[in-house]
């Protein structure tokens, strides 16, 4: 009777650490539910491609310059892959700048879902550059000296010069921004301050969705997507600061049910859980990983 | 100093002009409404309804085109309603691109779909004529309360078999006439889209032949007879003045029995008009 009380025991404690090690099984803890991955909330993140300003090398953040005609390829590209995986969404979010909503038109129209609510939210907008936003980054290196650039563009909290409220740039004098009370309009942000009015919307708009079953799309910006791996995936603000989210590349999640944490992919590319999808060489070249990196 | 005085004599002028503007738009309601560009299907001559086919290539450029119109004439809006079917979302698509509004808020609502065909759906226009006869599939057509036959369950166009429709009740038996199809237009527009008018937002409405005669019908008060054979041009910009009990304000070049009016070349407009009595649909 020992041994059998032994092997009992035995064989759970095989169980935790096959659940300690990311092995989905139905015979983990009882209290909770199973998490094998067809009880998880699938999300996907698409970050925008090439703009025009891009091209011309100049700082945008919240600019409605629209994508080229490589960024168009680019989110044509991510639709496709989608596709050809056999993605479905119910909603999609995206920001209120066309180089976002493009995209995510773009791929709807690929997937077959055009249909589909999508709702803008200004707070998934690119982080605000400021004063810098319009000026060319070469001449604000001759100007500023590439250390204080290299400052505004990678510091987790340092924003770059605030535009004047009087400024083209100060959102609240462009229609768009017309039923945002003007306080909460930026003048420039640093990716924390991107983060920070990003989570709200996060929490109280988008999560709710993601609760209730839905499958959720976002396209939006290299800067409120790291807000939003940096918050899905425990990334530290040194971490965050570096990490390059290639455009027009889909990048897929997979949430727990229960604890809404992302659940590992085995093909993830480190520091993140979620999975890219397409060409992995062509991917990892692009973000800079080292093949040998593993977390 | 000089950009101080610069900045007050704009200023003084832009202030007269808005003015100007209260007083000229004052208790006006602007509502922009555009057909879709032809279709796939279109082009193939056949019974499209709630089918999702895309636009042909000619279609994007007219909706482009309606886009650019919408445009020059200096008109914004704050919202726009669609229906669930491709080739009417990329029409408000094209449109929101030219006039830069890309980013207002769209609804997407079944509500605004074309009058589904019924059995008609996906058959060769003249095959149903050779099949039932063309006095037959004229009232089919034209007629304002008399559907073409009905699909089931069983059928790919009963909507119960479309994710986009999960949700939704369908009778067993469905199919439209443009009778039915108004009874399902000016409930939507009443619950939906006039309170926004009313909190003082310019309305877009991208849709389809039967969804825009049957808000017509309603706007204009014209009668069963006219309404069934009223002509609405694709990818031609409609506009409408409503006045604040929503009654459309009688527009300077409107073409009878509308009382708003077309964006556009209003010879070619008047002879699309005419010409398309004589087409298939």
């Not at chain 2, 937002?201 to 014209?222: C, E, Y």
Request: proline residues 6%; charged residues 25%.
């Amino acid at each position: 009777m020992f041994r059998s009380i032994f092997v009992l025991v035995a064989s759970f404690a095989s169980c935790s650490a096959f659940t300690a090690n990311g092995f989905h099984g139905n015979f983990a803890r009882n209290k909770s539910p199973s998490t094998a991955l067809s009880m998880a909330h699938t999300l996907v993140l698409v970050r925008h491609g090439e703009s025009t300003w891009n091209q011309e090398n100049r700082f945008t953040g919240w600019v409605d310059c629209p994508l080229n005609e490589k960024g168009i390829q680019e989110a044509t590209s991510g639709g496709k892959i989608l596709r050809e995986e056999g993605f479905t969404f119910d909603k999609a979010y995206t920001s209120t700048l066309k180089r976002a909503i493009k995209t995510l038109w773009l791929i709807l129209e690929e997937l077959d879902l055009m249909y589909i609510p999508i709702v803008n939210l200004w707070k998934l907008n690119e982080r605000h550059y400021g004063a810098l936003q319009g000026l060319n980054k070469q001449e604000t290196v001759d100007k500023h000296g590439k250390d204080q650039v290299l400052v505004w563009r990678r510091s987790y909290d340092i924003p770059p010069p605030p535009v004047d409220e009087s400024s083209e740039y100060f959102p609240g004098n462009d229609p768009m921004y017309k039923n945002v009370p003007k306080s909460e309009l930026p003048k420039a942000e640093s990716l924390k301050l991107t983060e920070e009015r990003f989570m709200s919307d996060w929490e109280n708009v988008i999560l709710p969705e993601i609760k209730s079953g839905k499958k959720i799309l976002i396209a939006a910006h290299g800067n409120t997507l790291r807000a939003l791996v940096k918050h899905l995936d425990d990334i530290s603000s040194d971490d965050i600061t570096e990490l390059n989210i290639p455009t027009g590349v889909p990048l897929v999640y997979e949430l727990d049910e229960v604890t809404l944490k992302p659940i590992p992919h085995p093909d993830a590319i480190a520091p993140l859980k979620g999975r890219y999808l397409g060409d992995q060489e062509d991917i990892r070249r692009r973000i800079g990983a080292v093949l040998a990196q593993t977390k | 100093m000089f950009a101080l005085s610069r900045a007050s004599v704009r200023s003084v002028s832009r202030s007269a002009l808005r003015s100007f503007a209260a007083v000229q738009t004052a208790d006006k309601h602007t509502l922009i409404l555009v057909r879709h560009g032809e279709s796939t299907w279109n082009l193939e001559n056949k019974f499209t309804g709630w089918y999702d086919c895309p636009l042909s290539d000619k279609g994007h450029e007219e909706v482009k085109e309606a886009g650019r119109l919408i445009k020059a004439e200096g008109l914004s809006a704050d919202i726009a309603f669609t229906s669930l079917l491709q080739r009417a979302i990329r029409t408000l698509w094209h449109v929101l691109e030219q006039t830069g509004l890309m980013w207002i808020p769209v609804h997407k609502a079944w509500e605004l779909n074309e009058r589904h065909y019924g059995a008609l759906q996906g058959l060769d226009k003249q095959e149903t004529v050779n099949k039932y006869g063309k006095d037959q599939v004229l009232v089919w057509r034209r007629s304002y309360d008399i559907p073409p036959p009905t699909v089931d369950k069983s059928s790919p166009h009963h909507p119960s078999n479309d994710p986009r429709y999960a949700g939704f009740d369908f009778p067993e038996e469905f199919t439209e006439s443009l009778a039915t199809t108004l009874d399902r237009v000016v409930p939507f527009w009443n619950k939906t889209v006039v309170p926004e008018i009313k909190s003082g937002k310019t309305v877009m409405i991208a849709a389809h032949g039967n969804s825009l005669r049957a808000l017509v019908k309603h706007l204009d008060g014209i009668d069963e007879a006219t309404i069934a054979e009223l002509n609405i041009p694709t990818g031609t910009p409609l506009i409408y003045e409503l006045d604040d009990n929503l009654k459309p304000i009688p527009q300077v070049g409107a073409i009878a029995p509308l009382q708003g009016r077309y964006l556009g070349d209003q010879d070619a407009i008047r002879a699309r008009i005419e010409g398309v009595k004589n087409q298939t649909k």
